[in-house]
């Protein structure tokens, strides 16, 4: 027989100030009470075995089951592919994963075909065809596994297409021209928000990602020597999505604005507060200001911080970089990118080519037209 003082496991006991003792339960964030039996009885600890065995049926209610599309979920969240993204990936994978739980988390594996991907994507397709491109990439991440070891008989990705967007839809992430992005950093400053210029100017003049523009350190600003002992002004600094070493020197246009504008953070661009941005704030600051100087027609509607980084790789490459020197400066990890922006700019080059020739066949046809009036 249990003798009467016997403590019970998960038990708090809150003193009154009255003097008497109430019972709660508490195992890590989950409390509730106080109980109604007596400390150390017999039917204290079956009382808490009760709650126990509730807190467990409801734990395995909330569990995905093996074989379903939320255990291959579940699964995907502690795989090595996972923890190795980025944070801010992962964070944005995990929002995304816990949508497609929702959705479909509890169809068994093997209704997953081709057919049922289809339709999911269909689906998703009023959300926009970047939101649901998106949903279906994670979900093939998260299911990939189970396509290698059999538990999915075929491949239900292979041939599947990317859903289009609309023929009239904005192209994402618009490279922004000097003019939108002087008249940008004048309305900033305008409204006393250097912090928002400086992050406009390390996208542009930098070529940095969203998430080095939050980031970036005062401190990666270094003074070093070049080859011939000069001094120059270097940005040394390990990206966040990639975690790419960043060494190059600084844009001239960078180094004189950031001279200019207060530093008033640890790190070179900051919000409001004085504290470094997050991803999302700083594109809803970015957004307010482009709508502004949209309604004056100083720069087009839905430009983001992403196409700073757009405007830079297209500089590199109308001055004439090569794929390895893009590469260097905005810190890729395969020539793809670089390819990309080396041939927007060799098109941009052929066709104004092209336009010099039409423009010299116009100017010796009107040539001739004035010649033959005087004659």
């Known amino acids: 027989m249990e003798r009467a003082m016997d403590k019970v496991r998960y038990v708090q006991r809150i003193r009154r100030p009255n003097g008497a003792v109430d019972l709660y339960f508490r195992k890590g964030d989950h409390r509730e009470g106080p109980l109604r039996s007596l400390d150390g009885s017999p039917e204290l600890r079956a009382e808490v075995d009760a709650i126990l065995a509730r807190l467990a049926r409801a734990q395995a209610a909330q569990t995905p089951r093996a074989g379903t599309v939320g255990g291959a979920i579940q699964r995907y969240r502690k795989s090595a592919d996972f923890i190795r993204l980025a944070q801010s990936t992962q964070k944005e994978y995990e929002r995304l994963l816990t949508e497609i739980e929702a959705d479909v988390g509890d169809v068994g594996l093997a209704e997953v075909d081709k057919g049922w991907i289809r339709d999911l994507r269909d689906l998703w397709a009023p959300r926009g065809h970047k939101a649901t491109n998106d949903r279906v990439q994670v979900l093939k991440n998260a299911l990939m596994s189970a396509v290698e070891d059999g538990r999915i008989k075929a491949n239900p990705f292979l041939g599947l297409k990317k859903l289009a967007p609309p023929h009239d839809s904005d192209e994402v992430n618009l490279a922004w021209t000097d003019e939108e992005v002087d ?91 004085g504290h470094p941005w997050k991803e999302r704030s700083l594109n809803q600051a ?80 009107a040539e001739r037209r004035r010649s033959s009036n005087g004659a």
């Open 286 to 365: 970015v957004a307010r200001l482009i709508d502004t100087l949209a309604l004056t027609k100083r720069a087009r509607h839905n430009l983001t911080p992403h196409g700073l980084r757009h405007a830079r790789g297209l500089e590199l490459a109308y001055a004439g970089a090569s794929d390895a020197e893009i590469m260097a400066q905005l810190e890729h990890t395969t020539e793809r990118a670089a390819r990309i922006y080396r041939r927007q700019a060799e098109r941009r080059r052929m066709a104004d080519s092209g336009q010099d020739r039409v423009d010299n066949v116009v100017a010796l046809k």
């Open 183 to 273: 008249a940008f950093i004048v309305l900033a400053l305008q409204r006393n928000m250097p912090g928002l210029a400086r992050a406009v100017a390390l996208g542009r003049w930098g070529g940095f990602r969203r998430g080095t523009i939050c980031n970036i350190p005062l401190n990666a600003r270094v003074i070093a020597q070049d080859d011939d002992g000069l001094t120059q002004r270097r940005l040394y600094w390990t990206t966040e999505k990639r975690k790419v070493l960043c060494d190059k020197r600084e844009d001239s246009r960078l180094s004189a604005f950031l001279e200019g504008t207060p530093a008033r953070a640890l790190t070179i661009a900051y919000d409001q507060r």
